[in-house]
Antibody, heavy 116, light 110 residues
Framework: EVQLVESGGALAKPGGSLRLSCAASGFSFSNAWMSWVRQAPGKGLEWVGR??????????DYAAPVKGRFTISRDDSKNTLYLQMNSLKSEDTAMYYCATEAFDIWGQGTMVTVSS | DVVLTQSPLSLPVTLGQPASISCRSSQSLVYSDGNTYLNWFQQRPGQSPRRLIYKVSNRDSGVPDRFSGSGSGTDFTLKISRVEAEDVGVYYC????????FGQGTKLEI
């Protein structure tokens, strides 16, 4: 079964850090470009960033609001995608989804709350 | 940055009647390879988004044929020929030509 399962969401303080994980199964993760998308409570979808496959350079792109604070990485040996979030702000409070770059496969999401 | 503007933002519909959502882009979405990377997603209450349409008009596997996408350049439309109760949710367009951008979402309610 094709599946993405996010984890690591939690309550964090402003200025703090969190690392989210996304475990992939049922497809060739190492060949897949992957993305993170977030959704603040009651709001719309916002693209966070993406990582290319290692064979396509493994480089990353980020949305302006998170550039310089968030880092996307991958461990193909573990079929896992990561989102390292630093210098967290209250406006980063959201459900975070991982998805394939084609956006045809989505995880169930993991909730991040940034509050003092 | 590319801005996608959806209208309407709220769409009350009657079961069995058609519905239409517009998505307008601030820039052409035609990529250098000639393709137009405009997708449509459905997000039912409490669920993750689901892709319905990719590259303007290609329906995903398992998506009912009452859903159709059309458009070109900067102007795109998602149509539902006859709305059913299970179609309630929020619909988003997303462009994948210039990085990625989502529209604000259109809430479809019966």
């Amino acid at each position: 079964e094709v599946q993405l399962v996010e984890s690591g969401g939690a309550l964090a303080k402003p200025g703090g850090s969190l690392r989210l994980s996304c475990a992939a199964s049922g497809f060739s993760f190492s060949n897949a470009w992957m993305s993170w998308v977030r959704q603040a409570p009651g709001k719309g979808l916002e693209w966070v960033g993406r990582i290319r496959s290692r064979s396509d350079s493994g480089t990353t792109d980020y949305a302006a609001p998170v550039k310089g604070r968030f880092t996307i990485s991958r461990d193909d040996s573990k079929n896992t995608l990561y989102l390292q979030m630093n210098s967290l702000k209250s406006e980063d409070t959201a459900m975070y989804y991982c998805a394939t770059e084609a956006f045809d496969i989505w995880g169930q999401g993991t909730m991040v709350t940034v509050s003092s | 940055d590319v801005v996608l503007t959806q209208s309407p933002l709220s769409l009350p519909v009657t079961l069995g009647q058609p519905a239409s959502i517009s998505c307008r882009s601030s820039q052409s979405l035609v990529y250098s390879d000639g393709n137009t990377y405009l997708n449509w997603f459905q997000q039912r209450p409490g669920q993750s988004p689901r892709r319905l349409i990719y590259k303007v008009s290609n329906r995903d596997s398992g998506v009912p044929d009452r859903f159709s996408g059309s458009g070109s350049g900067t102007d795109f439309t998602l149509k539902i020929s006859r709305v059913e109760a299970e179609d309630v949710g929020v619909y988003y367009c997303m462009q994948a030509t210039h990085l990625r951008t989502f529209g604000q979402g259109t809430k479809l309610e019966i």
